[in-house]
Every structure is written in C-alpha cells, then in structure tokens.
C-alpha cells in the first residue's frame, strides 16, 4: 500500500515539473512565413517550404469573420495598393462595328413612263455620274410614236380648217400634248416636235436626278415595260453608317448619344453625325439589330462598303468611380475590398454601372472616403479562400 502512495505521489509531481516547463499556446496570435503566406501555424517553428523561421502574427480583438488582416510583408509582397474613393467625371462609350451605305434618302429610280425597246444607253456602267438633265436613254415605242403622229396631225388640221370649223383644235391640240408630257417629253421637246412637223422614230429621255449609278439592269436592245427601272442613282453627299447592335446592348443606345463615326481606312478619322433610324423589330435568328448614323461626305471621298465603327457617348456626369481591375465581378455579382484598419481588409459587394476606358461606375455598395483596394484585389480574395475556405461573396449573398 506504501508502495503504490509512493508512484502516485512521484507522477504528481513529474506532472507539475513539466507543465511548468511548458509554454501556453497564446490564442490570439498565429504563425506565418513572409516568403509563403500560406502557411498557417498556431505554435513557432519552421516554414516546411523554405525553412524560415515563422513570424507570429497578433490577431485583432473581436475579429469580424469578414475581415482578412495580412502581415506588412504580404502586403508588399501582394503590392496591397489603396485609395480613397471619390468622385469623378465618367461618361459611357459604346463601340459598335459598321458599314458605310448609301443613304436612301438621298437616292432615287428612273423609269421608263411608256413600253418599248431601249435603242441606246448614254450611260453603261456602274459608277458612272449622272447629271440632272443629261440624255439618259433612247427608246423607240410605237405608243409614243402614235401620240407623236396624233399631235401633228392635230395641228396640221389646225392649220387646214382654220377659222371654217366648229372644232374646237386648241383644246384637242392641249389634250394631244399632255399625253406627250405624260409619257416623259419636256416642253421643249414637245416644241422642237411642233416646229420640225416631223416625228423620230426613236425618243431621248433625260435623267431626273443627279447621282451615280448604283443599278443599271437594261442594256441596248433590251425591251421596257412601262414603269421598268432604267437606273437607280444615289447622291453621295450623305452616307449612312449602318452598325450592327446585339439586344443585350439596346438599353445603351440612347437617340440623343452623340454618335461619332470613326473610319479606319482614313487613319481613323472622326466625323460627326446623327442617329437617323433604330429599327423597331429585332432579328429573332441573330438578336441583332440594326441603327443608322447619318454622317457627311465632303469632296465624296467615302465610298459605300467601306468599314467604319460607330462610337456612342453619353453625356459626362459625376460618380463614384474605381480602376475596373478593383472589382471582381462573376455570374453571381461583383465585389471589392475596403481598408477596415492597418494591414486589415474587407470585402463588400457593389453595384456597379457604366464603363469608360479603365474605369467602372459603382451605384452602390461604396460612399465617399472608403479606402478601397485599387491593385491586389484578387490576392485578398484568393488568401481569404486559402484562409476561411469560403469565397468571400457567399457570405454576402447569404
């Protein structure tokens, strides 16, 4: 019985010598290595990477489960970059892809008002300038040339029973010749008809327009309905930029925008125009639609089919504003850090809203003077998914 008070007595005492000898486990401070920041330990010792001695690191009182407090030397080495956000002026661009065309408006048809066989093309080829006025065309009809013979007729009959007949000539001659005036002649052609007492068999017809041929599908020989197209002529003075806009980005595309034309074949040169047409129905197989920026054409330099971007901008107003690569945006929303206190971060989620060059609009989440986190961003994000392993926006949407 002596024997057994005796061991106990001895282990009693082995077990106090050692806990006095032992160093209590501090809760409030963990271990980490400056070169690998990965490495998390609750006692000293040694980075099993690099074999440094590990840096305590003290934790803050009443930590909040959102906040990541790095040590001075992750935040050089992370290059933990921070600002003070403010205002600032920031305006919407939006650059779309475009073709040069012409513009509708300003184009126009000639046709042929009688039925007949083309005889001759004053103009042959695409390209070519028309003036208004110039001899476009010879046809020969026999319409026209019965209406020719009866108008001759008329006045030769005129001049035979003048002053003996009840007919009254001038009101047959008038009917006589706005049927010729009807069917396309001039009054100076129907003149010239008068005065030379004899028909042609072919009839010259004159353009009514000014512009340069886009659509030429006659040729010499070929036989016109009456109201078939000779030509289409299109005056280049003014051009439509004709750009392309996916759905998603028609909530962008504001008709007062200040639409600026940018053409790269011209070392990107800048004209100024104005949104002409938003075409009202979407394409149900593409989700694209169409707009059309009206833009000049001096000295018609510009030539259809040559590409071109249309820029929108919207007009400039005040903000708050971050550098883009300050927000971490995923399908779920997009985040950014703020400074909480030294060497200590936080992560808040933010609406944000237009963007221009480098810059990103944040509507809310953000006031005037936070410390936000401008550069390192998604180090912070990626050491509080090491460190809590959770991602930091699972917390907020929660």
């Known amino acids: 019985m002596r024997f057994i008070l005796s061991a106990i007595i001895s282990v009693l005492v082995l077990a106090s010598c050692k806990n006095k000898d032992?160093?209590?486990a501090d809760p409030d401070v963990y271990y980490t290595c400056s070169m690998d920041p990965q490495v998390?330990?609750?006692?000293?010792?040694?980075?099993p990477i690099c074999k440094m001695d590990l840096t305590p690191v003290k934790k803050r009182s009443g930590e909040n489960k959102d906040e990541l407090q790095l040590s001075e030397q992750q935040v050089q080495l992370g290059n933990i970059q921070t600002d003070t956000i403010r205002n600032r002026s920031i305006g919407d661009q939006l650059v779309l892809t475009a073709t040069l065309n012409f513009d509708q408006v300003n184009t126009s048809s000639v046709s042929s008002r009688v039925m007949g066989r083309i005889e001759k093309l004053?103009?042959?080829?695409?390209?070519?300038?028309v003036k208004k006025g110039a001899p476009l065309y010879?046809?020969?009809?026999?319409?026209?040339?019965n209406a020719k013979q009866e108008y001759l007729l008329v006045l030769e009959?005129?001049?035979?029973?003048?002053?003996?007949?009840?007919?009254?000539?001038?009101?047959l001659i008038q009917s006589a010749k706005n049927k010729l005036l009807l069917w396309g002649l001039s009054e100076e052609q129907v003149t010239n008809l008068a005065d030379a007492n004899k028909a042609t068999s072919t009839t010259t017809f004159y353009s009514s327009s000014t512009g340069y041929i886009t659509q030429l599908d006659i040729r010499e020989g070929d036989y016109i309905t009456e109201g078939g197209t000779i030509v289409k002529l299109a005056n280049l003075s003014t051009l439509w930029a004709e750009a392309q806009v996916y759905t998603s980005q028609m909530a962008d595309v504001n008709r007062n925008s200040i639409a600026t034309v940018q053409l790269p074949d011209f070392?990107?040169?800048e004209i100024k125009g104005r949104i002409e047409f938003v075409n009202p129905e979407i394409n149900p197989d593409t989700r694209i639609n169409l707009i059309r920026v009206s833009i000049p054409n001096p000295g018609l330099l510009l030539k259809p089919g040559m590409p071109a971007y249309v820029l929108l901008k919207s007009p400039q107003r005040?903000?708050?504003?971050?550098?883009?690569?300050?927000?971490?945006?995923d399908a779920r929303g997009a985040t950014a850090w703020i400074q909480t206190g030294k060497n200590t971060f936080k992560s808040v989620m933010v609406q944000t809203g237009m963007e221009s060059n480098d810059r990103i609009e944040i509507k809310s989440g953000l006031k005037t003077g936070d410390v936000v986190v401008l550069t390192g961003a998604y180090l912070l994000h990626s050491e509080y998914v090491f460190k809590r392993g959770a991602d930091p926006m699972e917390g907020h949407h929660h």
């Open 122 to 129: 004053y103009y042959k080829d695409l390209g070519d300038y």
């Open 138 to 145: 010879e046809i020969y009809s026999e319409d026209l040339n």
């Open 267 to 269: 070392d990107n040169k």
């Open 40 to 47: 998390v330990e609750y006692k000293p010792g040694k980075c």
């Open 22 to 24: 032992e160093v209590p």
């Open 318 to 329: 005040q903000t708050l504003t971050l550098p883009i690569d300050a927000v971490i945006r």
């Open 157 to 171: 009959k005129k001049k035979a029973f003048s002053g003996e007949s009840v007919i009254d000539f001038d009101k």
